[in-house]
């Protein structure tokens, strides 16, 4: 049956869809009030699926809080999906399109091994990126475990080519674009570069067109965040990640021609941050579809904690700034204001035995003078056992402050530095005003500073562990490789040599810049690989074709490989691209260097030994050593 | 078809078990020559049991060399169990016992959401133990995903008790013993004061009785090891995990009374260290069993890198040592021991095409005096490409520092301390080291020695990022819960008391210390759930059964909540235990500590503050704060 309006439409030819976003399972998992809020917002999601009996899942990517989940999350995650998703009920929808080149393998309802009843398919967020030198994503392995159809993921950062997943239900045909998460300077530029194509079906007319996606929709200042308007016009619908608050809207309506197409955003089932965009009621969506008709219906989300923020400005409170118990003052008003939200929480107790009920509670307070500060610790003491977040209640600025800036930027620009982007002082901005205030002899001599600290982002936001040595690796082949193409002979004109190398990697812009790496990084794993398998000697007699076959099998197995391979592919399907045809690619050196490789370890030796000696006196930069 | 001589045995009566342990999946899993080796042998493994036409795969510990292994091991290993393990054949051996008791659910092949063909069944290693809060084992998240049966896991180590998995097939049937590693000095006092039991089988005479464990079997030290003659006599025959050096044999026999059992070690497939005893040939193994017969055939793994291990005693070669030379003959005699390596290691090539042919080569080298030692580092560049393991083909160890250790030992006692033993200074004797060398006032005044440096263990071993926190709440609870007890008012008072406190702990055996720990560590997460849950107030109506509702279930879901609620139920099922009835175990306080988590807020408030300014002059010890 169908809901809202769509009664008259046959079920045969009407797609449900569940669609619901940034999940973060594993949110504070440790936390022993608010540890399993993420995993019940999820049970409720899948629930609703199974309610509503939908015939797909979408899920806007971020289904994990870290991109290396713990065991404990990744148990319970796959225990909630084997629970919702798997049964005997059948699927009644149909992929047209190469399921290899939209999941990397077949989508789970067909694999003959496994019972699937609900499919779920997702894009990966910026907190479930893949990571690591073989660059898995937590979805990779729901997917090989048969319990997600992970799609949208890119694995050419220089020009993005997205070909749709083509599933049809009876009369209806659902055209599914999925954009897994890049960054929003890249993929902002890529758009403005004309380097982001959707290949269009033949007949895109008789299509839905629907993308997902997962990026800054509010503007976090120029160039980072994906404006509505540069996503092509012939979607009729975009579900929108990576936005916290909820915004959806019940909707039945079919687009037509020179019309914007619809926005979804359903907003994170779980807070994760104490902002006032979470304290926004939280829901998931139900989509239906009949041909070029559709109705969006939101589901508010009965299990989320309570969670009432308010704004308190003592200036404009009946505060007597001359009582000498002006703390006093300022700590009752505050503790009457944190009562009344408790109070208030109590409004949004839905009645579901699985809703836990202590309320989270924020007040942002700005303040006018220190007189007015006091032991915060020891104020928020005292709702120990009233609120789930007895530790952060208080936010407290200086309202100067604030006006002052609120006022500069007013005046400066009519860009909205919100909430979200006040407090967003990323690591990439603290390590390069750091090495920028470095003396020149302290500076780094060899590394890239925009290498190493995308680095730093990586390790820490992505317990991406390995990370520094790829990075290494990556800059030492680079160096090396530079070397041998020069004449450079002492040590001076080895100095230099490498100095300039390093100029030409300041001077690279990001996406440059990335390449290079990412070749640098290709070509050393591989010099040491040839190494191994080519270097002749008397005795032994060793073929390398069979020496490099299991790597290379098991690299052809991985997600990446088996992507790229069917891309080509798709693209020969009858599929147009928006964007003009896209050039060849940046050339990447991916065939072995031998001789490169075999004249490295000499080289390399001199040059390791002489750095290391000459950087025991002045330790203030990272060495290349040859572990 | 039945191999060997039981070609007489009827297929439907006769089980075929393929055997193996200490997988080690992702074992130097970024190395770029042998990071695919553990999962080639895997693969290996898998595609025996095929090929065999097993009933069952039966794994000894240590599938993971990491407790949190990467999502690209993670990912491999999912995807090689399905490619093996899924499909439609059908398995023929019956559960007799409960599930539920055993593998805390359905064993997989009854699952009706999933096609098993080949059940495989594990026990924990010391590699793949529980980790985390939750105490999650990488192997839970392959149970609750379909592609392992784990079994054997205990969750008291003050007494253990082993309820059997009991199957059938046809006339046959198999009483299977699972027991997951525990730390080897308390599973062996434990065995010493007979805390351990096997719950035996009515007719136990009728059941072919086999135990699987993970521990060390050679001796390292008193009550590091486990005593084959401490195991029960009735079990017929035992698979013993953990020992890499592979050790099985052909047999075929049957146990009659006062015989031995026989023990089956199938050591690991992939060498995770450079010792002599992972040079031995590697294998897996099929066992066959009729009734109370066994067929024991070791299958010699093919894909295995070839490994060769020499030792070399200087002295006893014919080198001058008046020669100004040394250094050079030195070198040039151990370049030959490693050509004669590489040569020897041609011999090992299976001709299987997916063996990693270039070798490991490890030369243990005695020398006498520092004029015959040189740079190793140069040295073993030379074999770039010519061996996996350029960087490490040397251990060079003082000759005559040997010979006294072992005269030394010799005399003393006649334990052996081989090559793994000697090397074994584990992290834990370190610390212990270190804090007993420091003077008094620098030593730890609140926290266990042993504690923490059982946490430091789990930190570095098991990556258990967790556990310092659990272990500093415990410490701070037990410490609180005391100081409301005493009537402690002074500064001095507490300080006396905390004294108190540590020298309790201190004198603790680790079994009673474990427990404190424990105990602690749930009375502090309880009464941050308590106070949260029932802490009164005019302004919330709040349910303490709904706010812990979410939490509790979860648990219950979980795999330790599941087995030990079973395991009830097992023993009442006829099921008779080898060693007299437990006594009630030690009790543990978990109920919520309501009155004194309601003053534990302020108490805590004084004992930080004074402790933290006090700390501020002598920062040598670990504050405690209230984060």
């Known amino acids: 049956m169908v809901q809202n309006d769509g009664d008259t439409w046959s079920s045969d030819d009407t797609f449900r869809v569940l669609i619901a976003s940034d999940i973060h399972l594993g949110h504070l998992e440790n936390d022993a009030v608010r540890g399993e809020d993420s995993f019940i917002a999820f049970e409720e999601v899948l629930s609703l699926a199974v309610q509503y009996d939908v015939d797909l899942v979408l899920l806007g990517g971020d289904l994990f809080d870290h991109a290396k989940p713990s065991p404990s999350c990744m148990f319970k995650c796959t225990q909630i ?17 190469d399921q290899l080149d939209n999941f990397s393998r077949a989508v789970n309802y067909e694999d003959p091994n496994l019972n699937v009843s609900y499919p779920v398919l997702s894009i990966h967020g910026n907190h479930d990126d893949p990571v690591g030198q073989h660059g898995v994503s937590s979805l990779d392995i729901l997917s090989i475990s048969g319990l997600v159809n992970y799609f949208g993921r890119c694995s050419d950062y220089s020009r993005v080519r997205i070909a749709p997943v083509l599933l049809r239900k009876g009369r209806s045909r ?16 890529l758009f403005l570069e004309k380097k982001v194509e959707m290949e269009l079906v033949d007949d895109s007319g008789e299509w839905f067109n629907m993308l997902v996606l997962h ?10 965040f ?13 579900v929108w990640g990576h936005e916290h608050d909820s915004q959806v809207f019940a909707a039945k309506d079919v687009k037509r021609e020179n019309e914007n197409f619809l926005v979804v955003q359903p907003g994170s089932t779980v807070a994760t941050s104490l902002a006032a965009g979470e304290a926004l009621p939280k829901h998931c969506v139900l989509l239906q579809l009949h041909q070029k008709e559709y109705i969006v219906t939101p589901l508010p989300l009965k299990t989320v904690r309570p969670f009432i923020f308010k704004t308190v400005v003592l200036s404009e409170e009946n505060l007597d700034q001359e009582d000498v118990n002006e703390k006093e003052k300022v700590q009752s008003l505050l503790t009457e204001k944190v009562n009344e939200a408790i109070k208030e929480a109590e409004i949004l107790h839905s009645g579901d035995p699985k809703q836990p009920l202590l309320p989270l509670v924020r007040l942002s307070v700005f303040f006018q003078h220190e007189g007015q500060d006091f032991n915060r610790v020891r104020f928020c003491q005292n709702f120990n056992g009233l609120v789930a977040n007895p530790k952060d209640i208080l936010i407290m600025k200086r309202e100067k402050k604030f006006r002052e800036r609120k006022e500069r930027i007013d005046e400066s620009s009519d860009v909205d530095i919100g909430g979200a982007a006040a407090e967003a002082a990323d690591v990439e901005s603290l390590l390069r005003a750091y090495y920028a205030a470095q003396p020149a002899e302290r500076r780094l001599a060899v590394l890239s500073v925009r290498a190493v600290t995308e680095a730093v982002r990586d390790f820490t ?7 520094f040595r790829r990075v290494l690796d990556a800059h030492r082949q680079r160096a090396v490789d530079l070397l041998l193409q020069s004449s450079a002979e002492t040590v001076d004109e080895v100095d230099e040599q490498l100095k300039t190398c390093k100029e030409a990697l300041d001077a690279a812009d990001e996406e440059s810049l990335r390449t290079v790496i990412a070749a640098a990084a290709t070509a050393a794993a591989t010099a040491t690989k040839a190494a191994a398998a080519t270097k002749k000697s008397e005795s032994i007699l060793l073929s390398s074709d069979e020496e490099a076959s299991p790597s290379t099998r098991a690299r052809g197995r991985g997600a990446r490989g088996g992507r790229t391979r069917a891309r080509g592919r798709g693209a020969g399907r009858g599929a147009r691209a928006v964007s003009p045809p896209a050039p060849a690619p940046v050339e990447r050196r991916s065939t072995p260097r031998r001789s490169a490789a075999q004249k490295t370890s000499s080289w390399l030796q001199a040059l390791t030994s002489e750095r290391t000696t000459r950087r025991r006196r002045d330790s203030s930069d990272i060495e290349i050593s040859d572990d």
């Open 461 to 467: 936001l992505k317990r991406d562990d390995d990370v």
């Open 215 to 224: 990026q800054n929709r509010a503007d976090r200042g120029p160039h980072n």
């Open 226 to 238: 994906i404006p509505e308007n540069v996503l092509p016009s012939f979607l009729d619908l975009v």
């Open 81 to 97: 999906l084997r629970k919702y998703c798997l049964g005997d009920k059948p699927v009644s929808v149909e992929v047209l399109s």
């Open 174 to 189: 659902l055209a599914l674009y999925g954009l897994s998460h890049i960054k929003d300077q890249r993929l902002a530029r």
